[in-house]
Nanobody, 120 residues
Framework: QVQLVESGGGLVQAGGSLRLTCAAS????????MAWYRQAPGKQRELVAA???????NYEDPVKGRFTISRDNFKNTVYLQMNSLKHDDTAVYYC??????????????WGQGTQVTVSS
């Protein structure tokens, strides 16, 4: 009934930019914080950045100053602008959002992931 769909990943050279998009759809009553995570091969999934419904943001140290998270509450969409990409940013990127549905369910949903590959 609710799904998150990411897009915007791809192959980019080091120093380049990509913009990821994650759109939530379905029987959505409300969405609080939205976040981007990533998982590199052989590593655990890690938080990249998060944004509250009011627009307050938080970034993990490896991406501070290079990535920008934003959201459009009317479209139930979160974005991740990634600049000055490095080889270490190569990973599958996932969006995550705790969503309350019109049926009273409250659950943290994950997208299917989008691959970002940065060539050095």
């Amino acid at each position: 009934q609710v799904q998150l769909v990411e897009s915007g990943g791809g192959l980019v050279q080091a120093g380049g930019s990509l913009r990821l998009t994650c759109a939530a759809s379905g029987s959505i009553f409300s969405i609080n914080d939205m976040a981007w995570y990533r998982q590199a091969p052989g590593k655990q999934r890690e938080l990249v950045a998060a944004i509250t419904s009011g627009g307050s943001t938080n970034y993990e140290d490896p991406v501070k100053g290079r990535f920008t998270i934003s959201r459009d509450n009317f479209k139930n969409t979160v974005y991740l602008q990634m600049n000055s990409l490095k080889h270490d940013d190569t990973a599958v990127y996932y969006c995550n959002a705790p969503i309350r549905t019109w049926y009273g369910e409250h659950y943290a949903y994950w997208g299917q992931g989008t691959q970002v590959t940065v060539s050095s």
